[in-house]
C-alpha cells in the first residue's frame, strides 16, 4: 500500500512496483485517516509511507497500523534527509528509510527485503549517522565488505555474483543493506567512497 498526499507521485511509484516481479499494489492512500480506514481492508504485507501528510505524519500510520495490521511492515519514502526523522521512524517500527531521490529498481528490491523479513536501519546505523562516526563501513556484515570492495574494483552485480558464487539477486540485497548502513543512495556514490579512502590506503 502506497501512502503520499501527491497523486501523481503515487501512481508513480505504484506503476514502479507493479512491474517488479512479485509486487503487486493492493491498494493507495493519500492521508493519514484514509489509510487507518482502508489498510484493515486490505491487509497490506508492506506499507510505503511518507512523512508529511496533511492530516499527520507517516510515524502516525507506522505507530498506529500495528493494532490494526500488526504483520504490515512499514517503509518511510520521504524527501527529508534527517536524522532525527529516520530516528523517529525507526523507533516508530519503520523497517527502512529512502529518500525519493532513490532509483526505482532500488525502491523494489528493498520493499521485497523488507518482505522477506529484513531491517535495512537499526540502532547503531543511526547512532553512527547522526555522530558522523568515522567508519561508516563498521556495521557491514563480511559478505557486504566483500561485495563493497569488488563495487570499488568496477564489477558488476553479475560479475561479483559470480566471483563470490551467489546468485545476482543475492549481490542486490547485499548491496541495498550495505547502502542503508552507509547512509547511501546510490551504487556509484559507494564507487566513488571506496576510492576515496583506497587513496587513503583504505582496504575492506
Not at 521512524?89 to 532513490?102: F, H, N, P, Q, S
Not at 555522530?131 to 570499488?152: N, Y
Request: aromatic residues 2%.
Amino acid at each position: 500500500m502506497i501512502i503520499d498526499d501527491h497523486e501523481v507521485v503515487r501512481r508513480g511509484i505504484a506503476e514502479i512496483v507493479d512491474r517488479a516481479d512479485g509486487l503487486t499494489v493492493v491498494a493507495e492512500g493519500g492521508s493519514v485517516a484514509e489509510t487507518l480506514r482502508r489498510a484493515p481492508l486490505v491487509r497490506p504485507d508492506i506499507l510505503l509511507v511518507d512523512l508529511q501528510l496533511p492530516d499527520g505524519t507517516g510515524i502516525d500510520i507506522i505507530s498506529a497500523i500495528k493494532d490494526s495490521v500488526p504483520e504490515a511492515r512499514s517503509i518511510v519514502l520521504t524527501s527529508f534527509d534527517d536524522d532525527d526523522a529516520l530516528a523517529e521512524a525507526l523507533e516508530a517500527g519503520a523497517r527502512a528509510y529512502l529518500l525519493k531521490t532513490v532509483r526505482g529498481a532500488e525502491i523494489a528490491d528493498v520493499i521485497k527485503a523488507v518482505a522477506a523479513g529484513r531491517t535495512l536501519l537499526d540502532e547503531r546505523t543511526v547512532t553512527r549517522r547522526r555522530a558522523d562516526h568515522d567508519d561508516p563501513t563498521a556495521d557491514l556484515t563480511p559478505s557486504e565488505r566483500r561485495v563493497l570492495d569488488l563495487i570499488g574494483d568496477g564489477l558488476s552485480n553479475r560479475e561479483i555474483g559470480e566471483k563470490l558464487g551467489v546468485a545476482e539477486k543475492t549481490v542486490k540485497n547485499h548491496i541495498t543493506a550495505l547502502l542503508a548502513k552507509m547512509g547511501l543512495q546510490r551504487r556509484t556514490q559507494v564507487a566513488a567512497w571506496v576510492a576515496g579512502q583506497r587513496a587513503k590506503g583504505w582496504r575492506a
